[in-house]
């Protein structure tokens, strides 16, 4: 190489070198943001071969952490026949919370009702417009008859029409993230425009019986008294067959097959199982046994995080500290197959932020993956507040963001004019 082109070898080197410290310090003022992992999505199927069932969707997920244990079809579309009913006093028990109602409040036998009580072939109560039912009395009608009649009374009284009731059903669906449910009326009977699937009624049966377990007091009875001398027996045949086992709903049309929720309790540990479209009772009740079995068989927990752990930090737009520390409030725990050597991961993924940022103000979730299968989501909450940044810290990073994209050009332009320079 000739003395010129040495020198000039030279000083672009020094500008390269300059240019490239300049791209460096841009880059520590810039959100450093770790790719995301990639993951199968945890509304995929897993553990399908681990266990054989008749049903064409089904799932098992722990009733404490939301985890997902066994996943096949989960986002096909179903009917939800009576398994409607369980959204029906969701919106019932949270009027109690709210003190719009008690339990002990009168429920009236619409006419509508009383016209559903007199159909053949529904499940029924047999109401009539002279009774006068409080509402813990409807919602054990709901529980343990299935009763159609009951459904539409509580409907009819909480929002006077069916179609009303329908509205606060999808509204609170939308607030729970079921995003794959419609809802048409409040006991579950045939309609061509009301769907769900098996994802949605995991979520909304963790939801309802973590916040109301009184629902679990009436679906474990094995039967009541409809009316003085006249007896109904719970269409749950696993109480008292399975281990822990003390509810939760059934339900079936023509259209929507042989469904059931059940759930159950052993030691900590209460798993919640959903078989939707079976062809009979036995089916489905058999398909339940095997699924939870599966799950309290060949799965045991393992704590991954402590509570507030702090993990990777997350970007928020305008403040004063771009990279926010966050952590989880409870401890992260994931259950796990049994002797089987599975790898744990998770990824941080932020809400949309802006700051200011309070402290515990929650700030996104945490994915949490085994074997590449993400399994649970946990939310994760700022550990310090974070304000907006001021004028001076604006300027500088954008100061910072300018010499940053100049000087990856400059050292572009050199690079191209150097090359074709020293070897034309």
Known sequence: MG???????????????????????????????LPPQSAVPITANLNTGAVSLSAPAAELIDAKTGQ???ANNVLKK????????????LIALEMVKRHQLSLHSIIPVSQSAYQVALTPGLSVAYLNPSEHIPLSKMLEYMYVVSADDAAVALADAMAGTQAEFAKLMNEKARQLGMTGTRYANA???QNP???TNARDVGVLTRYLINRFPIVLKYASERGMYIHPG????????????????????????????????????????????????????????????TLLGFGYSQFTPRKIQNAGQPLTPIPVRDAANQNLAVAPHNDVVVDVLRGARQTVTYNV???????????????????????????????????ANDPKANLVEKVWRSVMTSAHHGARSLIHWIGQKLHKYLYR
């Open 193 to 195: 425009h009301m769907y």
């Open 68 to 70: 997902v244990l066994y």
């Open 349 to 383: 993924v932020p809400s949309e932020l802006q700051a200011p940022i309070v402290k515990g103000q929650r700030v996104g979730v945490e994915n949490v993956a085994v074997n590449g299968h993400v399994v649970l989501q946990a939310p994760v909450y700022a550990l």
């Open 3 to 33: 003395r010129v082109k040495r020198s000039i070898f030279i000083g672009a080197a020094v500008i390269i070198v300059l240019a490239g410290s300049v791209v460096a310090l841009a880059e520590t003022g810039k959100n450093q943001v």
């Open 230 to 289: 006249q007896y109904g027996t719970n269409y749950d045949q696993l109480l008292g067959q399975f281990n822990g086992l003390d509810g939760l709903k059934t339900g079936s049309t023509t259209e929507a097959g042989y469904c059931f929720v059940g759930t159950a309790k052993r030691g900590n540990m209460r798993l919640i199982s959903v078989i939707l479209d079976t062809q009979s009772f036995p089916a489905v009740f058999q398909d339940t046994t």
């Open 78 to 89: 179903h009917y939800p026949a009576s398994l409607a009913k369980l959204m029906t006093s």
């Open 187 to 189: 006991s579950g009977l």
